[in-house]
């Protein structure tokens, strides 16, 4: 370093290597180098006072490294945004980070209600509400409940504890995101645009503290949140968390590394683990959280496989019959050519028979003389054949 300049670790630098400049971050600061001194070269400039990360996020970035079998600027290349100058001007008219009072006051009181068919529910309340209380969860929603109500009580629980919250979703259409950013107004991010100016500037917000809820998709796991207390993982079995670029790591994964070395609660979503997390829940590293067996055979639908060729009447007249008011039914059918079609019919019309409206799926690719051709098939309203599957007070 120059004399007289003061570089820390997660400041960007420029160096002149072979004759050309090239941007780097300080990942390290001593006396002694562990190098040749011959091939040491000199920091030319130092753009911007702007830290982009700690020494604890360095220590996470190599263990991405090393699970990965990746170099450390690889993991730094996914973690932090292109840096737009414009953005960083603006940041210096931002007021301070809110303080604890401001965060309470604006998230409200937590929801207990949404918990009581959860008999192994406290041990989770209780690592997004406390200090020095992590631990990794597999939370699996009842059928008929709502989970981003339940997302939305550990973020307020996180947030009234003076911590960050982090929510991933596999696509934008997940419930888990909008319900996040929903509680917490102002104080969220949404990480899930392309605009380098928003992310960036959703960056820095997080970087500051002005931001203490982060909501995005695979790449949102980096999100420099301050004092993390809670990371939810909504759909943890989807395959678009698996990142295609080097070093192919997994945001789940990465997840709940990031959470144990926070010393954060980790909360994975899905109605099925998948097979990592299986072995997880089996060795005893998660802990399943689920609702009692009562109550989750009360909300599942039910479903009756029905023989129309049956003689018996009481086993065809059991498909038509809706399990409530204003559900649906979905009926599936063969006819001639073992071709499938697929009907929704509304639950107040108890006649199976008449289908009230006919769904135009695409037909699956069949080969005719050796050349696949598309095909689309629709079922229209009447009889179905005779034999069909149907399943009552489906919503």
């Not at 003689?311 to 599936?332: E, K, L, S, T, Y």
Request: overall charge positive; aromatic content about 6%; proline content about 9%.
């Amino acid at each position: 370093m120059p004399d007289g300049c003061d570089v820390g670790v997660g400041q960007r630098v420029r160096v002149v290597f072979a004759g050309r400049r090239r941007t780097g971050w300080v990942v390290g600061v001593g006396d002694e180098p562990r190098t040749d001194p011959s091939r040491i070269r000199s920091l030319s400039l130092v753009q911007g006072e702007q830290t982009w990360f700690d020494p604890a996020d360095v220590a996470w970035y190599r263990w991405i490294a090393d699970r990965y079998a990746a170099e450390l600027a690889d993991v730094l290349r996914h973690a932090l945004p292109d840096r737009v100058a414009a953005v960083e001007r603006e940041a210096a008219a931002w007021p301070p980070a809110p303080a604890a009072a401001e965060v309470t006051a604006a998230v409200g009181p937590p929801d207990d209600a949404g918990w009581r068919r959860y008999p192994t529910a406290p041990v989770l309340l209780r690592a997004a509400e406390q200090r020095g209380a992590p631990g990794a969860f597999w939370l699996r929603a009842l059928p008929d409940g709502d989970a981003g109500r339940l997302v939305t009580d550990l973020v307020v629980r996180c947030l009234r504890a003076g911590r960050s919250a982090l929510v991933l979703a596999p696509d934008p259409g997940s419930p888990a995101p909008g319900a996040a950013l929903a509680v917490a107004r102002g104080l969220a991010v949404d990480l899930r645009g392309d605009d380098p100016r928003s992310r960036y500037r959703a960056f820095l917000r997080c970087r500051i503290g002005g931001a203490r809820v982060a909501v995005g998709e695979r790449s949102a796991v980096f999100a420099p949140l301050r004092d993390l207390g809670l990371v939810v993982v909504a759909d943890e079995a989807n395959p678009a968390y698996k990142e295609r670029r080097s070093p192919r790591h997994h945001a789940r994964e990465v997840a709940l590394a990031r959470a144990r070395m926070a010393g954060a609660a980790c909360v994975l979503l899905g109605d099925l683990p998948s097979a990592p997390l299986w072995r997880l829940l089996g060795a005893g590293h998660v802990t399943r959280i689920a609702p009692d067996r009562r109550s989750e055979g009360a909300g599942a639908p039910r479903v009756d496989v029905v023989d129309l060729a049956d003689p018996r009447p009481a086993h065809g007249a059991r498909a038509g019959r809706p399990r409530r008011r204003g559900g649906h039914g979905h009926g599936a059918a063969w006819r001639r050519g073992r071709r499938p079609r697929v009907a929704r019919r509304s639950g107040r019309r108890p006649d199976l028979p008449r289908l009230r409206t006919a769904v135009e799926l695409p037909a699956l690719r069949r080969v005719t003389g050796g050349r696949p051709r598309r095909q689309r098939l629709a079922l229209p309203g009447g009889g179905l054949g005779r034999r069909a599957v149907f399943v009552p007070g489906v919503q």
